[in-house]
C-alpha cells in the first residue's frame, strides 16, 4: 500500500512539473499598444498600474519621478537584473522581464512603461498561469514602488 502511495505521489508530481512546463508560455499581447500595456484578466494574479482605479485586485499606483526617462529606465533594469530578473525586450521607454520561481518554475511577467510625454512609471505585473499568486505580483510591485520613490 506505502508502495503504491509513493508512486501516486511521484507520478502527480511529475504530471504537475509537466503541466507548469507546458503551460508557462510567454502570452501574446505584451507590450505596449496605443499608450496601454495589456489588461489584467479577471484572475487576481495580476497587477498595473493602468488597471482602473476603482479594482482594488488589480491597481496599483504609477511612479511619478523627476529627472530623464533613460536614466529611470537604467535604474529599473539595474535593480531588475539584481533580483534574478531575465530582461526579455526594452527600448527607450519600455522593458519587460520574466521572473522564475525558485521551486515550481512559475514564470512571471513584470513589464515597465516609461511614456515620453510624462515622467511617470507604469508597471504591470502578472502570473502565467494559475489562479492566485498569493500576493507575489502586488508584494513585487510594492518593493519596486518603493525603490522608485527614494
Not at 54 to 76: E, N
Not at 105 to 125: A, C, K, Q, T, W
Request: aromatic share 10%.
Amino acid at each position: 500500500m506505502v508502495r503504491w502511495m509513493i508512486v501516486l505521489i511521484v507520478v502527480l508530481l511529475a504530471g504537475f512539473f509537466v503541466y507548469v512546463k507546458m503551460n508557462n508560455q510567454m502570452p501574446e499581447g505584451l507590450g505596449v499598444t496605443d499608450g496601454q500595456l495589456k489588461p489584467c484578466s479577471s484572475a487576481p494574479n495580476c497587477v498595473s498600474t493602468q488597471a482602473d482605479q476603482t479594482d482594488d485586485v488589480h491597481y496599483a499606483d504609477p511612479v511619478v519621478y523627476s529627472g530623464g526617462r533613460q536614466d529611470m529606465q537604467l535604474r529599473i533594469e539595474a535593480y531588475m537584473l539584481r533580483q534574478g530578473a531575465k530582461l526579455v525586450d526594452n527600448s527607450l521607454g519600455y522593458a519587460h522581464f520574466e521572473v522564475e520561481s525558485d521551486i515550481v518554475g512559475y514564470i512571471d511577467d513584470i513589464e515597465f512603461y516609461l511614456p515620453e510625454s510624462d515622467s511617470v512609471v507604469h508597471i504591470r505585473s502578472s502570473s502565467r498561469i494559475g489562479y492566485s499568486d498569493f500576493g507575489v505580483n502586488r508584494d513585487r510591485v510594492r518593493q519596486i514602488q518603493n525603490l522608485l520613490v527614494d
